[in-house]
């Protein structure tokens, strides 16, 4: 079995703040770990504040991780300084807000062709290729869009255009940051079939970050279920959404309507503040309705279940 392209190991963020009178460490990210195939689409699924940006920007190099490893295609980018060097040409982002990703002051040409300059990848005629890269995400007529502004483009047609610059570096792996949340419903599902046709004809791997699991169950193979820095349930994805074993997932999955899904269980929602992820027993604990004794005791350990499926509760060790 060949390698993964990327490979994610027991990566951890601590962020410090200092006032007057202490120094305060938050743990936005702990012992989180997954790998990526090409062609394969993993979506990251949690609540605001749960870790999902933060570990999408390590993964960009755009914040350091604490500890930790990420390998690309079998070189490690805390190691390799020269990784480091080339990662815009391995690894791109599509961030959430297409209305912010885009500098005003610029055309569309120029912000889809600097790139391509600063990276020394152009071939043959610069304007040609930008051409190219607009047909590719469905900006046709492409002359028509190449000299405009983007206050003269609509919230999907911006997205595109991000999508656009990311293609022109050629990267292997695309992390894209819940990047239909700031759309329409109809232009969001849009995007998302050009992004799973891109990922069939580039042969990417493709990372979702998002807060809704009908969209990764839509995009993705396997489904990574985040909740305050940790990774509690992980799996093939339709395995993952028809049968839930982490009770935080059964909650997301419950709190999403669906006209045709039988009520078989009832939860009482438990209100309680999240709890950081540098505790040693389970950050779930104070919300969980099924909580006993020792998940607020003691540390939880990765349960392996059947097809590749793992959850993180004690209800399973």
Same mark, same amino acid.
């Given at each position: 079995m060949s390698k993964p392209l990327l490979h994610v190991n027991e990566l951890e963020k601590v962020f410090s703040s200092r006032s007057m009178f202490r120094k305060k460490q938050v743990h936005a990210v702990q012992d989180v770990s997954f790998t990526l195939e090409a062609g394969e689409v993993l979506a990251i699924v949690g609540e &605001? =504040? &749960? =870790? @999902? &940006?933060t570990v999408a920007r390590m993964l960009t190099n755009l914040i350091p991780a604490t500890s930790g490893d990420i390998v690309y295609n079998g070189e490690s980018l805390r190691t390799n300084r020269q990784l480091r060097k080339k990662l815009p040409t391995f690894v791109q982002m599509i961030f959430q807000d297409p209305f912010a990703a885009l500098n005003p002051h610029h055309t569309i040409g120029y912000i889809i062709g600097r790139p391509l300059q600063v990276h020394r990848l152009t071939q043959g005629d610069l304007r040609s290729r930008v051409l190219e890269l607009l047909r590719k995400v469905g900006l046709s007529p492409e002359e028509d869009f190449i000299d405009k502004y983007p206050y003269q483009l609509s919230g =999907?047609? @911006?997205q595109r255009v991000v999508i656009a610059k990311v293609? =022109?570096?050629a990267p292997k792996v695309i992390i894209a940051d819940e990047p239909t949340s700031m759309l329409d419903v109809s232009i969001g599902i849009d995007i998302m079939n050009l992004l799973l046709d891109l990922k069939e @004809?580039?042969?990417l791997a493709l990372m979702m970050i998002t807060h809704n699991l009908g969209s990764a #169950?839509?995009?993705a193979d396997r489904i990574a279920v985040m909740y305050a820095g #940790?990774?509690?349930e992980y799996g093939p994805a339709e395995e993952l959404i028809q049968n839930p074993q982490h009770p935080y997932t059964k909650l997301l999955l419950y709190s999403s309507p669906d006209p045709w899904r039988e009520q078989t269980e009832v939860f009482e929602v438990v209100e309680a503040q999240v709890q950081d992820a540098s505790g040693a027993c389970c950050s779930f604990h104070n919300r969980c309705p099924f909580a006993t004794d020792i998940c607020r005791t003691k540390p939880v350990a990765i349960a392996q279940l059947e097809n590749g499926h793992q959850v993180r509760?004690?209800?399973y060790a």
């Open positions: &605001s =504040g &749960s =870790g @999902k &940006s =999907g047609q @911006k293609l =022109g570096l @004809k580039e042969n #169950r839509y995009m #940790r990774v509690m509760c004690h209800l």
